[in-house]
């Protein structure tokens, strides 16, 4: 295989350095190491080399690999040394200043011929490239941790980067057994832009007291088939780290309300409760293990009251046979008897809403969260409002645990969890699109390998349908008045399509 860049050089050798340095040379690049820090190259190197000795102890690659790779790892004593690299990529400490002055130093030392390529997650291409003299041979390399694991890179494009640069950068990226992906030179690029609904807006909930860490994390696995919870995966990547990219993203969009941060990281990262590494994170940690309160059991209750369904719930008819699969008694009158359990299943509304305009009594009304297919989930969600009955809950409750899935109840909210989440995803990424940011292709693709999500947004909207995204934002929106919710206008035309369609079809 001919490789589009034979010698690479690697500058800042901590897990990303080490970690682009061992595809490259498991590819076949020549990889000079370089690192400010004394003996931290050549210990790099070592650990790298010690990756391989436990690929080959479990019979994964063979001794002629392990030579062959090991001997293209080399050490470079000083800058000049990375003279006849190909390509030199940058993966020092994320300050603007540095990383300028690093690579303004390293032009004069190299050939106009040389590509510059920076890892970083949060700093503009373009204001990095801005002290060269040759701009347009500088783009965004952006890989995750760990490397070799996460199969996916984002090539960025500054404004004056010229197209074969980036294109070349693709190609490469698939040389070393990676996705590459195509990002304009915005705020988080693709994964780290993409990624904001999922924990801003789990944060929100927590912020209005409508349920609590683990069963947020609980509903968004099992609902959504997310790996981890927003929380779970907080405390993994720490909020030393996770925090300042929300604020990072937040203020480059001069303060745009979808990315809005919130006080709750930025209270326990100066409390140093960051996260898994420090034993104690949004969960306590025993031997690295969360320690979470066991879910709330079902109660007991000896007699369920008829079930009367609203007729503008979401999902009807299915809801309809789960009720009769479940045995209970359902009446079909206009309004409920007044011993009726009242259910509602809205898109975007709180059930407070929805029981006064329905003229509904709000003591005897539980919302159900009907946004997916119940045959598709793991875990059914209920809401009560602040009027419900501690009866009605329970025989609520009940009944929808009698085939053994669980069953997680919540203060109102409007949207539930799942809705308010899975929106603010999809809207983030339909605004993506809007930008011009990526391709729907690559930014599914970098979602789906760079986060780990069971789909990509935007087929995450397909399968729901923007017409049902669009209405739990528009809803949203008027139960909370937050422009956060507001539809980007590219979600917005899909939506309103969807509906002209349907209608013909009708």
């Given amino acids: 295989m001919n490789l589009i860049y034979p010698i690479i050089g690697i500058v800042g050798t901590g897990a990303m350095g080490k970690g682009i340095a061992q595809i490259a040379a498991q590819a076949g690049s020549k990889v000079l190491l370089l690192d400010t820090q004394p003996n931290t190259a050549h210990a790099a190197k070592t650990s790298i080399m ?10 994964r690659v063979n001794a002629e690999q392990v030579r062959l790779w090991s001997s293209q790892l080399v050490v470079a004593d000083q800058l000049s040394n990375l003279k006849p690299a190909n390509l030199i990529i940058e993966a020092i400490v994320e300050k603007l200043e540095i990383k300028q002055a690093f690579f303004a130093e390293l032009e004069k030392l190299t050939s106009t011929q040389t590509v510059f390529a ?38 960025v494009a500054g404004l004056k980067t010229q197209a074969k640069i980036c294109a070349d950068l693709m190609a490469y990226a698939k040389q070393l057994g990676h996705t590459a992906v195509m990002a304009q030179d ?6 780290n832009h993409a990624g904001r609904g999922f924990g801003t807006e789990a944060l929100r909930i927590i912020s209005e007291s409508v349920s609590n860490f683990a069963t947020v994390d609980r509903i968004l696995k099992d609902q959504v088939g997310f790996k981890l919870g927003p929380f779970e995966l907080m405390d993994l990547t ?7 990219v929300m604020e990072s993203i937040y203020q480059q969009y001069y303060q745009e309300p979808r990315y809005r941060p919130s006080y709750i990281t930025a209270q326990r990262l100066a409390g140093g409760v960051i996260g898994k ?12 293990v969360a320690q979470t309160e066991p879910e709330p059991s079902t109660p007991q209750v000896d007699v369920i009251p008829p079930v009367w369904v609203s007729s503008r719930a979401a999902r009807r008819a299915q ?47 539980v919302g159900i969260d009907l946004l997916f297919d119940d045959q598709s989930t793991r875990r059914r969600v209920l809401a009560t409002n602040p009027s419900t009955r501690l009866d009605m809950q329970q025989a609520a409750h009940a009944l929808f645990a009698k085939d053994g899935k669980p069953v997680s109840v919540i203060k109102d909210s409007g949207g539930f969890v799942t809705q308010r989440v899975v929106a603010a995803i999809i809207n983030i990424a339909s605004d993506m699109c809007q930008q011009g940011i990526c391709s729907p292709h690559d ?64």
């Fill in 50 to 59: 010690d990756q391989w000795q436990k690929l080959l102890a479990k019979d």
């Fill in 118 to 155: 920076s890892n970083t997650s949060s700093l503009s291409i373009t204001s990095i490239a801005a002290r060269l003299n040759h701009p347009e041979r500088f783009a965004g390399f952006h890989f995750f941790n760990p490397v070799p694991l996460m199969k996916v890179v984002e090539v």
């Fill in 186 to 191: 915005t705020p988080g690029f693709i994964v």
């Fill in 238 to 244: 720490a909020l030393d780290v996770s925090h300042p």
């Fill in 277 to 288: 590494k420090v034993g104690a994170g949004f969960y306590a940690y025993s031997n690295c």
């Fill in 319 to 365: 809801l309809y046979e789960l009720l009769k699969k479940l045995g209970v008694t359902i009446e079909t009158a206009a309004m409920p008897s007044p011993q009726a359990l009242c259910l509602v299943a809205p898109l975007g509304f709180d059930i407070t809403t929805i029981a006064v305009v329905e003229g509904l009594d709000p003591a005897r009304t």
């Fill in 443 to 506: 930014l599914d693709i970098a979602v789906m390998l760079g986060l780990g999500y069971p789909m990509g947004p935007l087929a995450l909207g397909d399968l729901l349908g923007p017409a049902n995204i669009l209405e739990i934002l528009f809803n949203l929106q008027t139960v909370y008045g937050d422009p956060r919710y507001r539809p980007s206008p590219w979600l917005k035309r899909r939506g309103v399509l969807a509906l002209s369609l349907l209608h013909v079809e009708s």
